[in-house]
């Protein structure tokens, strides 16, 4: 008996189709994958534990204070990737300072193998997101401000606290130790490794008495790649010493809310004297229920969407009896690694022009001020299922199957849009020591040593696996 086709079901949107066709090639979502088995020779393990055997718990904790103690806000890197090359050179490590103005650029290490295998680019960002001090950072710390966003580092048992100790000093003390190791260890290599600690990470735009409108948002990633430092596969870094293989977008969007100005005293508009700042304030509350809705629409397998409006301006502390013509919302939205940013962008242009509609008389406006790709590589790729082998040595774990840590917006989005295959090593290391008014919230401090070894450890064991063997056994067609 003849048996009636399936329909096929024509998605409604170029998301929605991108969506589908995600969901298609993993039905199960793809947080979890299966570990392919790739032996490593007994030479190749000896390697590998040489290497480690450089490792040091006490080395990472005086490094970290080192490269913390020195001041290096986006755009202003060069002082500590002077340090990370001075560093290298005085191991005999052919490195080199990458400039790209006179107070910014990357720090570069190379290891040339002989010719046939691939070259791997091991990077991560070495940038502060702040200055560490309320006149340039305001109170987004506190008042006082909190001394996990302090400097000079304090050293607390095995931990790091200070200014970027752990995101991104910590995981630049990684790659630093990382690439000791195998230079003492004397691994030869078949490949080519580009070790570079990149200026110019952070999520953020220049700040309006920065003349240098380009310091931020990957710079030093675009400008590495650009100038020859890139490679067959990437080691990305930050915090932590797991393994995840995609990660969102980012767009920032301004909103502005019009009306006119109005005087406290003014008995002509009794009624409604704030409507600027009360429409803000609607619209922070639609965008909070509109959340829901986006979240669950576009989830798919391990991307959870966000949004979150955290800026806001509008009027003078010194005039509170006025209220303003104009008032601003700052908002941060992810998207999914198979969304572009345009197509993220009508998402929310669908959003906001519904929200203004539900409100007679509202006046807004709206833009997009920054668009960030993000990605994903394939989990079967060479590099993910060595970086994952290299996790699973560093846990004792022989388990058949691996569950990735996932990931938010970085340079990681920009490198696979480039068309790198990347691993990203981070998360899955707790700090069982950070003290409790650093845990309580979010910080960018408190690097524990241990957890830089493990993440050096993991980073060692890919870069073996990978550099000692021809293109051809790594998957290469060249």
């Not at 002082?79 to 191991?91: H, Q």
């Not at 193998?113 to 960002?125: A, E, H, I, R």
Request: net charge neutral; with cysteine.
């Amino acid at each position: 008996m003849a048996t009636k086709a399936k329909a096929r079901v024509r998605p409604a949107s170029m998301q929605a189709a991108h969506r589908h066709a995600y969901l298609e090639h993993w039905p199960d979502g793809p947080r979890t994958v299966r570990v392919r088995r790739v032996p490593l020779s007994a030479q190749q393990r000896r390697w590998i534990e040489q290497a480690w055997a450089y490792l040091d718990v006490k080395k990472a904790i005086d490094l970290d204070v080192d490269l913390t103690n020195i001041y290096s806000p986006t755009g202003f890197e060069r002082e500590v990737n002077g340090y990370i090359v001075d560093y290298w050179k005085r191991l005999g490590i052919d490195a080199f300072y990458q400039e790209m103005d006179p107070t910014q650029g990357n720090a570069v290490g190379r290891f040339k193998g002989s010719g046939d295998g691939p070259t791997v680019l091991l990077c991560c960002p070495v940038d502060t997101h702040w200055k560490g001090n309320i006149a340039d950072d305001g109170l987004q710390w506190g008042d006082p401000m909190r001394r996990d966003n302090l400097r000079p580092a304090q050293v607390e048992g095995q931990t790091v606290i200070g200014l970027g100790s752990m995101n991104d000093k910590g995981m630049a003390v990684s790659i630093m130790m990382a690439v000791e190791a195998l230079q003492r260890a004397g691994v030869p290599f078949r490949g080519t490794l580009n070790a570079a600690i990149l200026a110019g990470g952070a999520p953020a735009i220049s700040t309006g008495d920065e003349p240098r409108k380009n310091i931020s948002l990957c710079a030093g990633a675009f400008h590495a790649l650009t100038r020859g430092i890139t490679g067959d596969y990437c080691l990305y870094h930050k915090p932590g010493h797991g393994v995840s293989w995609e990660e969102p977008g980012m767009l920032y969007f301004r909103i502005r809310v019009h009306g006119d100005p109005s005087y406290m005293g003014n008995e002509t508009n009794p009624e409604r004297p704030y409507r600027v700042i009360q429409d803000v304030a609607r619209i922070l509350r639609e965008l909070d229920a509109w959340y829901l809705e986006y979240r669950d629409k576009y989830a798919a397998a391990n991307f959870p969407p966000r949004i979150s409006a955290n800026g806001v301006r509008a009027g003078r502390s010194d005039k509170p009896n006025w209220s303003p013509a104009i008032a601003e919302i700052f908002l941060d939205m992810r998207q999914g690694p198979w969304m572009s940013p345009m197509e993220a962008k009508y998402v929310f242009d669908d959003a906001m022009r519904g929200i203004v509609g539900k409100y007679p008389g509202m006046r807004a406006e709206w833009e997009m001020y920054t668009a960030m790709p993000g990605g994903r590589t394939d989990p079967d790729n060479w590099i993910i299922q060595s970086a994952i082998r290299g996790a699973q040595t560093v846990d004792g774990s022989t388990s058949e199957t691996y569950e990735t840590t996932g990931g938010g917006q970085t340079e990681a989005g920009v490198l696979r849009t480039w068309g790198l295959p990347t691993a990203r090593i981070a998360g899955r290391d707790p700090n069982p020591e950070l003290p409790g008014d650093i845990a309580k919230g979010f910080t960018m401090s408190g690097a524990y040593g241990p957890n830089l070894v493990k993440a050096s450890k993991t980073m060692i064991h890919a870069i073996v696996d990978t550099l000692t063997r021809s293109r051809e056994e790594t998957g290469l067609a060249y």
